[in-house]
Nanobody, 126 residues
């Protein structure tokens, strides 16, 4: 099992940027597919982005393509989500998730992931 702790959330004006971080501990996550999900008030948790353990493959939900970038530093056991051109509708609690996968597979389903962080709040003011 891996423990995940997110940080970097906060309040930002529309058009601004934030960078979320997720630090893993408990076991090496260098063979994990890592994902970011978000949950807005009154809505279900949804997929945002994912990256394979190598960082060489990434996937994004359509609404964030061109604005968000997922990356990772395996030496630091950290995955990042750079969020630019933020919109009001990006307001949500953001969660990172891990799934051991030595194969280069991008998982987009909530149930595909085994380990979750506690979440960090991102609020975008319009």
């Amino acid at each position: 099992q891996v423990q995940l702790v997110e940080s970097g959330g906060g309040l930002v004006q529309a058009g601004g940027s934030l960078r979320l971080s997720c630090v893993a501990s408990g076991r090496t996550f260098s063979r994990d597919t890592m994902g970011w999900f978000r949950q807005a008030p009154g809505k279900e948790r949804e997929f945002v982005a994912a990256t394979t353990w190598s960082g060489g493959y990434t996937s994004y939900t359509d609404s964030v393509k061109g604005r968000f970038t997922i990356s990772r530093d395996n030496a630091k056991n950290t995955v990042y989500l750079q969020m630019n051109s933020l919109k009001f509708e990006d307001t949500a609690v953001y969660y990172c998730a891990a799934r051991y996968s030595p194969m280069l597979v991008l998982f987009k389903g909530e149930n595909d992931y085994n380990d979750w962080g506690q979440g960090t709040q991102v609020t975008v003011s319009s």
